[in-house]
Nanobody, 115 residues
Framework: QVQLVESGGGLVQEGGSLRLSCAAS????????TSWFRQAPGKQRELVAQITGGGTINYADSVKGRFTISRDNAKNTVYLQMNSLKPEDTATYYCHAYRPGYGYWGQGTQVTVSS
């Protein structure tokens, strides 16, 4: 069973930055599509950023130009660098890794952006 552990969340002022990390218990990211999702209270979980095993990257329109997803295969870790944070970025952020037949979620990390 693969375990994903997110870290790096916290409270930050509008315009600030945070870097989230998602560490896997095995070397899964190079053969998986790894995504960051977020869910705000009362809202559906939404895709924020995604990186495929081959390195193709996609972002939600709401975070383009502000967030950057990256991966360090040697450390079995995927990152989400978040800059120019806005109050509407406030949510619990989840890491997800997918490969055919398997999907894994982390427990989430809370990001709160104050205005």
């Amino acid at each position: 069973q693969v375990q994903l552990v997110e870290s790096g969340g916290g409270l930050v002022q509008e315009g600030g930055s945070l870097r989230l990390s998602c560490a896997a218990s095995t070397s899964i990211f190079s053969i998986s599509t790894t995504s960051w999702f977020r869910q705000a209270p009362g809202k559906q979980r939404e895709l924020v950023a995604q990186i495929t095993g081959g390195g193709t990257i996609n972002y939600a329109d709401s975070v383009k130009g502000r967030f950057t997803i990256s991966r360090d295969n040697a450390k079995n870790t995927v990152y989400l660098q978040m800059n120019s944070l806005k109050p509407e970025d406030t949510a619990t952020y989840y890491c997800h890794a997918y490969r055919p037949g398997y999907g894994y979620w982390g427990q989430g990390t809370q990001v709160t952006v104050s205005s």
